[in-house]
């Protein structure tokens, strides 16, 4: 027997004829009805091309021009040569070098993630929980700002950062410097410094949707035992904001240690300071005549993002929810 908390619990998709259904719906409802195990064979096939990448980072040159990587362990019948660790010993020590290249990477990516993450919190806990005057239009104005193009502002990041920012005034014939000259351009610092720029109105935006739904209850009765807002901060937001902390360190690690054009605009493709991701594009060498050791550098330019993903997955879901639903 049906009862009424049975038609209740149904979806309005189930209770709708199929003559009546949008395409979104039916769409809606198709992917619905996925099995789970046609998801994991999805999965599996998406992976074949990283298990290639793999193997073939141990094979000759020789043996991955002329066959697949799943013929690995014919290659000595054929005259390859067995598979080795030849080609990481090049790329990570006789030839490029890479070990400096990450290095570099890990001086742009730690900083840049820390201290977004640092000042957003600061940030985001002001918005959310301290009222001052203009807040909520200076918090409108912050979201704004993801809406300005990245690629737009380089040019004049650059020129920020090598020549400062000047201003002449004809009439007195006098110069004004709003901003000194830093030399920064070809280090380090100009890359994550970009990178931490951009990267703190996405990160305010997260957190502050995570913060303000915390439990008003929690932060009137801290008040109340006379806790001020610094001691709140660190004794309750940031120990229940470790979520989406986490779920934001994921995203910035990744975009940071993944970007090209920043580091490449900012640092060159010469010099003593390239990051990993650019170090990858002079690997193969001027005519591609190195270009078996590019599976073996690309590989060792994943190993970190996918160590850092999975170590803080279980956080990943959660942080990207919160704030989402109310309740």
């Known amino acids: 027997m049906t009862t009424a908390r049975d038609v209740q619990l149904r979806s309005d998709s189930d ?46 040159r020789d043996a991955q021009r002329n066959s697949p990587f799943w013929q690995i362990f014919s290659d000595s019948s054929n005259g390859y040569g067995s598979p ?6 090049e790329v990570l020590i006789t030839g490029n070098g890479l070990i400096d290249n990450l290095l570099n990477s890990f001086a742009i990516v730690i900083p ?66 709003f901003f000194p000259d830093l030399d920064l351009v070809g280090q380090p ?19 502050h949707n995570y913060i303000s739904e915390l439990p008003k209850d929690v ?41 090209y054009l920043i580091a490449l605009t900012m640092i060159s493709s010469t010099g003593d300071s390239l990051p990993i991701t650019v170090a990858l594009a002079n690997v193969a060498g001027r005519f591609g005549q190195f270009e078996h050791l590019l599976s073996a550098a690309a590989f060792i330019a994943t190993i970190f993002p996918i160590t850092v993903f999975f170590a803080l997955q279980r956080y990943f879901v959660r942080g990207v929810l919160a704030g989402s639903v109310k309740g």
């Open 219 to 259: 932060f009137e009765s801290a008040f109340i035992d006379g806790a001020d807002h610094f001691k709140i901060f660190y004794k309750l937001v940031l120990p229940l904001s470790t979520p989406v902390l986490a779920a934001f360190a994921i995203f910035q690690f990744l975009w940071t240690w993944n970007d």
């Open 15 to 60: 209770l709708t004829p199929d003559s009546s259904r949008g395409v979104g719906d039916r769409i809606h409802s198709f992917l619905s009805n996925i099995p789970t195990g046609l998801l994991w064979i999805m999965v599996v096939l998406w992976s074949i091309p990283t298990l290639g990448l793999f193997i073939n980072s141990f094979r000759t």
């Open 112 to 177: 840049a993630t820390i201290i977004p993450i640092a000042l957003a919190a600061f940030a985001a806990y002001a918005f959310a929980w301290i009222d001052f005057k203009g807040r909520k239009w200076l918090f409108i104005g912050t979201v704004s700002l993801l809406a300005i193009p990245l690629q737009t502002s380089l040019i004049p990041l650059l020129r920020l950062y090598g020549n400062g920012w000047t201003l002449g005034i004809p009439f007195i014939d006098k110069t004004i410097r």
């Open 84 to 89: 080795s660790l030849a080609n990481y010993n």
């Open 189 to 207: 610092v100009a890359v994550w410094l970009t990178h931490t720029g951009f990267a703190l109105p996405f990160a305010i935006f997260l957190l």
